[in-house]
């Protein structure tokens, strides 16, 4: 336990931003799965939407440097190309 007031306060902003974080984290992963769920049933109509709610979370994960900007666009670019293959 830190002594110093400041550095109690750092404490609990971290761990605020942590859970942030993690939750922001949680979202991007449950996003990634719903597209991949419905792309691997073959059913586009559930895919489109889900690609795009997934594209807007790597966006904005990538702008909020939750994830390196070149990996979002790295999973942007797959996610994209999986779903082109749909026809």
Known sequence: MPNIKSASKR???SEN?????MAAKSRLKTATRKF??????????LAKPALKELLALLDKA???KLIH???AARKKSKMQKLFNKLG
């Open 11 to 13: 404490v609990k902003i």
């Open 17 to 21: 931003r942590r859970m942030r974080n």
């Open 36 to 45: 991949k769920e419905a792309a691997e049933a073959g059913n586009k109509e």
């Open 62 to 64: 990538a702008g909020k």
């Open 69 to 71: 900007k070149n990996t």
